[in-house]
């Protein structure tokens, strides 16, 4: 199982970070990652990280946000820096393993002032 959160409520330019952690090992993920959905748009993808440290950016956020884990906590992370109002949604995390992929729940991040 996979859990999200760290989502919230912050002005345009501010920062978050979510935290995703696994019930579990990571080590049986190859992939970990982020999407997101705003309100009356399909679910889109934001960043990846493969079990071997590549990562993967939506270009709208690149330079932005930065994807990392800490396996010693089975968590995976998203930095948020210089957040946009069009950064505002739900925030879900997934893996994908052998054994199939799996979602999070989603956190919600709004950004406004």
């Known amino acids: 199982q996979l859990q999200a959160s760290g989502g919230g409520l912050v002005q345009p330019g501010g920062s978050l970070r979510l935290s995703c952690t696994v019930s579990g090992s990571m080590l049986s993920f190859n992939i970990m990652g982020w999407y997101r959905q705003a309100p009356g748009k399909q679910r889109e993808p934001v960043a990846t990280?493969?079990?071997?440290?590549?990562?993967n950016y939506a270009d709208s956020i690149k330079g932005r946000f930065t994807i990392s884990r800490d396996s010693a906590k089975n968590t995976v992370y998203l930095q948020m820096n210089s957040l946009k109002p069009e950064d505002t949604a739900v925030y879900y995390c997934?893996?994908?393993?052998?054994?199939?992929?799996?979602w999070g729940q989603g956190t919600q991040v709004t950004v406004s002032s």
């Open positions: 997934y893996s994908v393993a052998s054994s199939g992929t799996y």
């Open positions: 990280l493969t079990r071997s440290g590549g990562t």
